[in-house]
């Protein structure tokens, strides 16, 4: 079956290796969703940008951020995975202001899943994934 002992114990180690006690511990939403994110074509260019102080911010693009007035500007709060945004200036701020999304957060991104949103703009993030600006 085996060529050989040193094959097996090869495959051994390496199924030991990858048991639960040895996966990473993902770091909690709270702590990967600070910082900034992309979209990228074809769905848009913009991104967001969630700071520790519980504020958000929505560029044109990751060259941006600064830039006056921002497309959007506000505040979000996490339970969980349950991501509140509630814009105050810019898109959705006369209207609609909170949105309420489904993440999944990770390294690499930040994925959308909307719970409510009456904001049409906003709502365009729903089923996307936005990736982690380095």
Known sequence: MFKSTSTFTLLCLVACASGPEHAATKKPNNS?????????????TNAIRFD??????VAKD???????????????????DQLTLTYLKGMCSD?????????????????????NDDCERRSRMDGQTWWRIK
């Open 62 to 80: 990751k060259g941006h951020f600064d830039a006056e007035p921002p497309e959007a500007s506000g505040a979000w709060t996490l339970d969980n």
């Open 52 to 57: 520790a102080n519980g504020e958000v911010r």
């Open 32 to 44: 990967l969703i600070v910082g900034a994110f992309e979209r990228r074509p074809p769905e848009g």
């Open 95 to 115: 209207g609609p202001k909170a949105g309420v999304y489904k993440v999944v957060i990770s390294n690499v991104g930040i994925r959308f899943t909307k719970v």
